[in-house]
């Protein structure tokens, strides 16, 4: 693995830290307490080609590797983790599975204005649907269905905690259409949002990442075509799992950001600071925290670069990318838990931004896979040897 990076992937992140300052700073602390969607943010990333970064430009997308996506992602959760958790929903979940899956018809209908982020001058992304009410983790155990009614499936269905959920143009849906079959029996379907039947439940009001769009979709009776279906009968489990180990490197990058992020103010903080006659950052026990934090934070990145290395070179990188989530997030939480410490009471003020970095690392040890669930895909692979 070549450490250096390219001038391309060097410019890509400068373009993302100059957003995250610009555009991205400014407001934050009122978008989150208002749970505001960042709709002005989503639409200028679609303009720096930031909502499908990896796609083939023959899609409208930007034809980027991996590892400019994690730096990017990086750069962006550093300052707003819900602009950064849109960005990596529309590039990680729908675009990529999309392109890897979708038949020509499907990309050239659906993927080329997601990858643009617009259609019609209108803002335009996508929301992958898995999660419900009895099946988080447990992806197995499909309770939407799809009933085969010939030439289209009839969707019936409650999909839980989803990103993009009210502003999304379009969903991909795990939907159980044979129970005899097990994870054999899902299918992946591609539903428009104002098809009949598709209900928009009311945006969750979160611990984190509030402003970042999160709803409950409801299916009463949707009709969705059968050339609305991604791959073959029954290939919605394997696009679900393949999807989101590529997903994990995005999560795991938000995480990276969000950990970064915090380390940047405790640091510039411990600077300006004085206590006991000197600069905080003199006193041994501030200097520990602060190399921890750089310490934890670099093999972070490392695990990151790693996964996304691994993908851009066709090579296996599920466990790699579970590795990434599980390490990233658990840094993130654990970083931005210090760097309200090194603040002291200032860290608890939401205009030092410190605690709400805090809050929004949360999530990144439960979704696209809780810490318990990358322990599985990790364990597992070592196990069987």
């Known amino acids: ?21 610009t555009e991205c700073l400014p407001g934050v602390i009122e978008r989150d307490e208002k749970m505001q969607f960042p709709r002005e943010q989503i639409l200028k990333l679609a ?17 980027l590797d991996t590892v400019s996506y994690v730096l990017a992602m990086e750069e962006i959760s550093k300052i707003d983790a819900s602009v950064s958790v849109c960005m990596s929903v529309n590039n990680s ?42 099946a988080g983790s447990d992806a197995t155990h499909q309770r ?20 993009n959920g009210g502003t999304a143009s379009v969903y991909l849906v795990m939907a159980q259409t044979d129970t005899a079959k097990g994870t054999h029996g899902i299918n992946v379907l591609i539903v428009e949002k104002n098809w009949p039947g598709v209900v928009v439940g009311g945006k969750e009001n979160k611990l984190g990442i509030r402003a970042s769009d999160t709803h409950t979709i409801m299916f009463n009776d949707v009709k969705v075509p059968k050339e609305n279906r991604i791959g073959a009968e029954g290939f ?23 950990a970064s992020g915090a380390y940047d103010l405790a640091l510039n903080y411990s600077k300006t600071r004085k206590a006991f006659g000197t600069e905080i ?18 093999a972070a990145r490392l695990f990151c670069l790693r996964a996304a290395w691994r993908k851009d070179k066709n090579l296996d990188y599920a466990v790699s990318s579970s ?42 040890q439960i979704y696209e896979g809780t810490s318990e669930v990358q322990r599985i895909v990790i364990s597992r692979s070592i196990l069987k040897g």
């Open 93 to 134: 979940l729908v675009c990529w599975g999309l392109e890897a899956f979708g038949n020509e018809e499907q990309k050239r209908k659906y993927l080329t204005p997601l990858a643009q982020g617009k259609k019609d001058d209108s803002l335009y992304t996508g929301a992958f649907l898995l999660s419900e009410p009895e």
């Open 323 to 364: 590795m990434a989530k599980v390490y990233a997030s658990e840094t993130a939480m654990w970083t931005t838990v210090e760097a309200v410490q090194i603040h002291g009471g200032y860290g608890y003020v939401k205009e030092y931004h410190v605690e709400r970095l805090m809050r929004d690392a949360k999530i990144t």
């Open 236 to 258: 919605g489990f394997t696009f679900a799992m393949k999807t989101l180990a590529g997903g994990r490197i995005g999560i795991a990058s938000q995480a990276l950001g969000i």
């Open 144 to 163: 939407t269905t799809a009933e085969d009614k010939g030439d289209y499936y009839l969707l019936n269905g409650t999909k839980n905690w989803i990103t």
């Open 281 to 298: 950052m003199n006193h041994q026990a501030i200097a520990f925290k602060l190399a921890d934090m750089a310490t934890r934070i670099e």
């Open 47 to 63: 303009d720096l080609g930031f909502l499908g970064m990896m796609v083939s430009p023959e899609y409208g997308g930007s034809g």
């Open 1 to 21: 693995m070549d450490f250096q990076l390219s001038e391309e992937q060097i410019m890509i992140r400068q373009a993302a830290r100059d957003f995250a300052q």
